[in-house]
């Protein structure tokens, strides 16, 4: 089972900036690529970013494109999402997990579908 806790959400305005964090628990975080994944209320799921298992690659939807950064510290089990210029429409909640492929962040396909768990909620108001 790939466990992980997801943290650092909050409430911000408008151009602020939040950095989420996804722990892994129970398995070595260095065998898997990384996707994070947001659900806002009435709107589809989407693949905001992912992370290779290197660190080398990264994507990003066109949505967040500029704006947010992925990374990972495998020696601390724990990969990131940094925000800024946080907007309204990025106010969702939250998902990280492993996932097969990073190439198409939109097509990302998570070993274990994080959905059921709580995620970290992020609200941006203006």
């Known amino acids: 089972q790939l466990n992980f806790v997801e943290s650092g959400g909050g409430s911000v305005q408008y151009g602020g900036s939040l950095r989420l964090s996804c722990v892994a628990s129970g398995f070595p975080l260095d065998r898997y690529a990384i996707g994070w994944f947001r659900q806002a209320p009435g709107k589809e799921r989407e693949g905001v970013s992912g992370?290779?298992?290197?660190?080398?690659?990264?994507n990003y939807a066109d949505s967040v494109k500029g704006r947010f950064t992925v990374s990972r510290d495998d020696a601390k089990n724990t990969a990131y999402l940094q925000m800024h210029s946080l907007k309204p429409e990025d106010t969702a909640v939250y998902y990280c997990?492993?996932?097969?492929?990073?190439?198409?962040?939109?097509?990302?396909?998570?070993?274990?579908?994080?959905?059921g768990g709580q995620g970290t909620q992020v609200t941006v108001f203006s």
């Open positions: 992370i290779s298992r290197s660190g080398g690659s990264e």
């Open positions: 997990a492993a996932v097969r492929w990073i190439s198409d962040v939109a097509d990302m396909d998570p070993f274990e579908p994080p959905w």
